[in-house]
């Protein structure tokens, strides 16, 4: 499950971080972001994808929003949450929790 | 007085160090190593900022080059060791503002490092970074604490633009090298297109 989306040591953006981490392949998460005709960076062990916001993907799952606005986070946290199969937050227990692209 | 090149991050020391320096007479051409996408646009709109402030405040055109540096750390992340990471970058830093300062007619190299600030900047970090140049390198902060950057900074009026919220670097690595072995640094190195990159990083850069 991810926890609350908070904002970042140096409050320029939202990260949300999953407890227990995860364990995605990140090989996987971009192709299926590319699918959705998503621009993505591929630094091996993260991922940058120019979703709007901006997103970098951890392979512990941990995914930090390029915004100062938590609304436009939540609601590409959620995006990203359906696409990539990811588990839900703790905010939004009615979403059942499934375990990501791994 | 001499014509140098300062590597600028939009942070707080590095405003601080460039004052010293335009007060002592010394010309400036400001190299900003562009981080995005692993960054936002923040630092960049940090520096635009303070170098808006110190232009005013010396009365110098101090020239801004924005080199791209993401590809680069996209592919040192992508071939070599992380652990290394932040060195391997400064050495590609230090490369480019050096190439800089030869289109520049410069002679030295100025940059806002105090020591034992971050866990990368420690000696052994800072001379495996450096030997990558031929140029002296000035540090005027180099014995400062963040204290005492920091009273300056506010005496200047460049720190409420370098606290403004921002994205950190996200290519930093969890836990970084504090005491780098050169020997491991070049044959990290060796992994790499060295020239390449910088070649492609300067001619890509753009003048503000």
């Known amino acids: ?102 | 007085m001499a014509r140098g090149v300062m590597l600028v991050s939009g942070g707080i020391d590095s405003p601080v160090a460039m004052h010293y320096m335009l007060r002592q007479g010394h010309e400036l051409v400001a190299v900003h190593m562009d981080n995005r996408p692993f960054t936002d646009d923040s630092p960049l709109e940090k520096v635009v900022d303070h170098l808006a402030m110190l232009r005013e405040r010396y009365r110098q055109p101090i020239p801004l080059y924005v080199v791209p540096h993401g590809s680069t750390q996209t592919t040192l992340m992508r071939n070599t060791d992380r652990h290394v990471g932040c060195v391997l970058c400064r050495r590609f830093m230090w490369r480019s503002a050096e190439r800089v300062a030869e289109r520049e007619g410069a002679t030295f190299l100025v940059t806002g490092e105090a020591l034992g600030q971050v866990a990368s900047q420690t000696l052994s970090n800072m001379h495996s970074a450096t030997v990558a140049v031929g140029l002296p390198i000035v540090r005027p902060l180099i014995g400062l604490d963040k204290q005492e950057i920091e009273a300056v900074a506010k005496e200047i009026g460049t720190y409420g633009i370098s606290t403004r919220p921002g994205v950190c670097c996200q290519a930093v690595p969890d836990r970084p090298a504090t005491r780098s072995n050169l020997v491991q640094i070049l044959r990290e190195e060796e992994r790499v297109d060295v020239e390449q990159i910088i070649d492609d990083c300067v001619r890509k850069a753009i003048i503000l």
């Open chain 1, 1 to 102: 499950m991810y926890r609350r989306l908070r904002l970042c040591s140096n409050n320029g953006g939202y990260e949300a971080i999953p407890d227990p981490p995860l364990r995605l392949d990140l090989v996987a998460v971009r192709d299926r972001l590319e699918r959705e005709g998503i621009a993505v960076v591929d630094a091996r062990v993260m991922l940058l994808a120019a979703t709007d916001p901006e997103v970098t993907v951890s392979r512990s799952g941990r995914l930090l929003f390029k915004t100062r606005d938590p609304a436009a986070a939540e609601r590409a946290f959620q995006q990203l949450r359906r696409w990539l199969d990811l588990p839900g937050s703790e905010v939004d227990d009615k979403i059942p929790r499934r375990g990501g692209i791994a």
